[in-house]
Structure formats: C-alpha cells, structure tokens
C-alpha cells in the first residue's frame, strides 16, 4: 500500500562517467571455496552540459567447488560416531537385505560374515571392517550391525562451482529541462555445477538380484533372490549443470508535467534455466541389466568390461528447460495539492499493467523415467500458464501540523483467475517535542500465489534418513530397516487462495542528545492462508494429520510407479 514512503528505499546510481576497473581475488587455508571476479564501469556524457549520459559495467565472477573433505571442522563433528542412523544405508560394496525367513534360515545354518554371528537384516561381506573412509560398521548405524553404513558427510559438496557474468547498461536523454527519456538493459548468465554423491542403487521386487551372483550365499540360499542395497562409486559423482540467463529491458520517461512529478516505463523481462545431467546418471533399465547379469558387480572391484559398460551406460541430456517472461506498463506521478500547517498535502497516484508467462518442459528421456537418481512422474513436469495482473494505488500524505503527519493509502490489485483484493494504510507520526516521536500504523497485505506456486513441475526427490513410524512398528524400532531417504512427490496446488494479513505497529523515538537516541517498537502481523510446502519430517512425525500424503505398496491405490503389494508396508512415496 505504500507509494510515497515505502518500506525499503534503494537509490542506484543513474549515471556515470569515467573509468573504473576492479579485481578480486580470494582464497582459503584449507582450499576450496576460492573466488575470482572482475569487473569495469564506464560511462560518458554529462546530462546537464551533453543532455545525454550513457554507462555500463561489466562482472565477471568464478567461484570454486567447497567439499566437506577440505574442512577440518566436519570431520571433528564426528558424525559417524553421534549420528550414525542418519546417514546412508547404500554403501560400497552394497548391503545385502535379508526377509526374515531368508535370515532365519542362515541363522540356523549357524552361518557367519567374517566370524560374526547374524543379528540384523542387512548384511555385507566386507562387515565389520567395512571399506573406509566412506563405507563404515557402526554401533546403530543404520547399515545395520552386520552391514556397512555409507557416511555421505565424508566428501560432500557444500558449495558448487559457479561462473557468472552480468551485464548492466543505462542511457539517459535530456528532452527539456524538466523531461528526460531513460533506456536499460541487463544480461546475466549463469552456470553452476552441483555434485552430490555417487548414484544408489536398490534392487527390489522384481529386480532383485539372484543368489547364484552372490558365492558366499548361492549353497546357503539356492535358488532364491534377495534385495540389495549399493553405492556405485565407479560411476562418479551425480553432476548436474544449471544454466540460468536473463535479459531485461526498460523503456521509460521521467519528470514534471503540469505540476506532476511522473514517472513511467515499459518493462521486459525473460529469464531461461537449463538443468543437465552430465555424470554419474545412469540408464535405470541397463545398470539393472547390467547387475542383475553379473556384468556390473555390487560387492567389489569392476572388472574393465563392467568400467566400460558403467560408461556406456552414462546420461548426458538436458533434462529440463524453463522459460520465463513479464511484460509490464506502469506508471505513477504525485504533486502537492495544497499548504497545510506542516507542509505541502502530498498526493501520489499509480498504475500497473502486467502479464506473467511460464513455461516448462522435459526431455523424453527423464519423461520415460529411465535415469538412476533423476526420477520423474512423467508429463506432469511440462506446463505452460500464463496470466494478467493490474493494480492501481493512491497514498496522501498531511502534515497537519509541525507536530502531526497523517498518511493514508489504498491499494487495489487483480489478478486473473484469481481475483482482486483492496488493502489499505493509515499511518501516524507526531512529534510532541524536539526530543520525542511517536509514530503509529495498521493496515492489511496481501500476497497472490505465484505461477509457480500453482502450476510448477511436479518435483521427485528424497527425504534425508528418516523413520517411518509404521514400518518401525512393524520391526521392532530397527532403524536398520525402518529408517531410509523415502521418495518424495512435490506437487504445485491450482486451487490456492491468496495470503492476507493484518498487520500494526506502534513505536517512539527520545533523543535527549544530539548524538544519543532510543527508540522502541511494536510490531503485530496476523497472516491467514500461508502458502507453503509441509516438511517431510513433520509429515512422518504427525502421520495422523498427514497419512494421506503418504502412500505405500500395501495401498492399492492404482498410482504410477507404486506395484500393489499387500504384504510390503513400506513407502512408495
């Protein structure tokens, strides 16, 4: 609702002339994180003496990768040792996981991994001494007391590596004393590299893995297929590269008119992000091939045969690709209406056009659902949506008196498909003495759901470790088995309300010197309607509330990528 005052006022150069050249360099004792830019400004043409002025700058930024590896601080966290269930359940070589009656049944064989006697689901033939750094035994790790649990916090990224380059341009064209034409226009581009760990892999149901691949079980277990839990270390690190540019143009003119300070412009925006698989995503259906046949092998080294087809078998596609753009028209102009006790009466109109467009694809193959580590629902990551939006303002500004300012504003906006709210500010400000202000304001807010919030991409990710309540239930609290990073399905909602708000404040200002002030504040917000996305940790610890977001094998429910089975309680998502 503010016009006039506003909240936050940030004033940018408008011209410049000259030279300047800047550089950068940084660096870190432990390595990574480095940072190198440069950048260079210049301008020419004096606006009162040429009438014109145009300038430009020109940055360009490298920032390198950050590991965990490379900070002395993580590792003296020791997070193996305090939180152990938290960690990664797929490590290499890859944990084997048992049924009961498969356990059972080795357990009566008096059967034993290295001299240790089978205790828990999981087991894994390198157990206990397990392959560190990054595949450790730990007392309650969630590898299980006969498996090996994967410490992800061993060698992960804490910052990606980035290039970026922005360019920002500005002219200005004095038509007459009191009128002036403005033009700008910025690029900027973007590319970062995000490494996350090497790519899990879990074979289960239909796709587990046959006994006669496994020595030390094809006589213990004849004939039978068990699940398998591994890490696939040979195939590199998930990289992803992001591309993100934006272009924005701005036509505009500025000054007095018949008594109106005016100002107007013509806005264009476009913004574009391209998101790669580069490294470390495999074919699903052939690295499943590829294990299931012995080629790939889940419990030791590779042989070159298994290197090979590892790099065959690599996804390097564009995966995904949006396109954003805002066109928009506005404009506003105030003058003073008449002389008050305090000043000038103030008034201040406003106008805004604007049409919002987002677009979204994938490619087919992320849309078929075939990449190791980049799941997808299919086509519900490919939208496009598009609206209009108008707002129109008004704020009058009294200073009644030397000691009393009022202010009062109104606002009206409309969106499409969504609808119009009108909110309005009153504001007081009032000073009884040289040393004393009080000031006082309420009013209401409003804030319309983005397109992103109504109509994103479906996004398919993971929960870090965490217990299902259910499934832990079912086995006795082994975190071993209930514990997991459980896929997830975040959907966007078309059916949101806007947020609204009610908000107060009250406050004063002593000055008893001219170098000491004190001032204290009140502040009261009431929001209803909070767009925002529930935690996957608060929807496993309230499955009372929030059991429906939660869907499991054993719940015939006829989603995609969700087999119907009764007797599997786990989650599918």
Known sequence: TDAIGGVVNFITRKDYQGLQLDAYLGGTQEGGAGKRTASV?????????????????????????????????????????????????????????????????????????????????????????????????????????????????????????????????????????????????????????????????????GNRLSTSLIPALAAALPGERVEVQARLLDAGNRTSELTSTGTRLVLGASGVLAGWDYDAGLNHSLNTVSDRDVRGYLLFDEIVSGARSGLVNLFGAQTQAGLDYLNSIQVNDEVRRARGTMTALDAKASRALAKLGGGDLMLALGAELRREHAHSRISDLLASDNILGDDTPGDAQTTDNARRVWA??????????????????????????????????????????????????????????????????????????????????????????????????????????????????????????????????????????????????VILANLGKYESLVHRYNEDEGLSGCDYDASDSTICF
Request: net charge positive.
């Open 392 to 537: 129109v303002f008004a704020e009058l500004n009294a200073p009644l008196s030397k000691q009393l300012e009022l202010q009062l504003a109104l606002r009206q906006d409309h969106y499409e498909h969504i609808g119009g709210t009108t909110n309005p500010k009153l504001g007081l400000r009032w000073t009884p003495s040289a040393q004393l202000l009080v000031r006082a304001s309420a009013g209401t807010g409003f804030r319309a759901p983005s397109l992103n919030d109504l109509y994103r991409p479906t996004k398919v990710g993971g929960t870090a470790i965490l217990p299902d309540p259910v499934y832990c239930a079912e086995n006795a609290n082994d975190l071993g088995i209930c514990a997991s990073s459980w896929e997830t399905r975040t959907f966007a909602n078309s059916q949101l309300k806007p947020e609204r708000s009610r908000q107060w404040s009250t406050g004063l200002v002593f000055q008893p010197l001219d170098k000491v002030s004190v001032s204290v504040d009140y502040w009261n917000i009431t929001k209803r309607d909070l767009i925002s996305t529930v935690g996957d940790d």
């Open 41 to 205: 400004a210049a301008g020419f043409g004096d606006l009162a003496r040429d009438r014109f002025n145009v300038f430009g700058v020109l940055d360009v930024q490298k920032a390198g990768a950050l590991r965990t590896s490379q900070r002395q601080f993580i590792s003296d966290l020791k997070i193996p040792e305090r939180l152990p269930h938290l960690l990664s359940d797929a490590p290499s070589p890859g944990n084997i996981v048992l049924s009961s009656a498969q356990r059972t049944t080795l357990q009566n064989q008096g059967f034993t991994i290295n001299g240790q006697a089978i205790t828990g689901s999981r087991i894994n033939f390198a157990a206990p001494g397990c392959t560190p750094p990054h595949s450790l035994n730990l007392a309650g790790g969630i590898g299980g007391v006969n498996g090996c649990t994967y410490n992800f916090m061993g060698d992960l990224e804490l910052a990606p590596k980035s290039d970026k380059v922005g360019l920002l341009t500005r002219g200005v064209l004095q038509l007459a004393p009191e009128h002036q034409l403005f033009a700008e226009l910025s690029y900027s581009d973007a590319k970062t590299w995000y490494v996350g760990t090497s790519n899990r892999l879990r074979l289960r149901g």
